[in-house]
């Protein structure tokens, strides 16, 4: 199974740029899909953005135009570059995969609904203020 580390969290005023980023250790090699996931305090996990092992990528309508998501499958990490930042953006931020029981392409739009992955990260914090 693959263990996910997220890091570069932090804090920003409205408008500003941050960017997070995922290593992803032990079996990597059967995952299909990685994501973007985050969870303000009271509210329900959602879908950020999505990244297929092909390719095509799946965004929230909230954060389309706004926040890119990239992987290099060599350096095994998952990216998310997030610009004009929203204080409704502040959330921890998880990263998680699917990792089937074989290696396969992936080719479509991947999902944005947390029970499509069986991986997760500890997640990291961010914030930004008005």
């Known amino acids: 199974q693959v263990q996910l580390v997220e890091s570069g969290g932090g804090s920003v005023q409205a408008g500003g740029s941050l960017s997070v980023s995922c290593a992803a250790s032990g079996s990597t090699g059967r995952t299909y899909f990685m994501a973007w996931f985050r969870q303000a305090p009271g509210k329900e996990r959602e879908g950020v953005a999505a990244?297929?092992?092909?390719?095509?990528?799946t965004y929230a309508d909230s954060v389309k135009g706004r926040f890119t998501i990239s992987q290099d499958s060599a350096k095994k990490r998952l990216y998310l570059q997030m610009n004009s930042l929203k204080p409704e953006d502040t959330a921890m931020y998880y990263c998680?995969?699917?990792?089937?029981?074989?290696?396969?392409?992936?080719?479509?739009?991947?999902?944005?609904?947390?029970?499509?992955?069986?991986?997760w990260g500890q997640g990291t914090q961010v914030t930004v203020s008005s």
């Open positions: 990244i297929a092992n092909t390719g095509p990528t």
């Open positions: 998680a995969a699917y990792q089937g029981r074989l290696f396969a392409d992936y080719s479509r739009p991947p999902p944005l609904t947390p029970p499509a992955y069986n991986s």
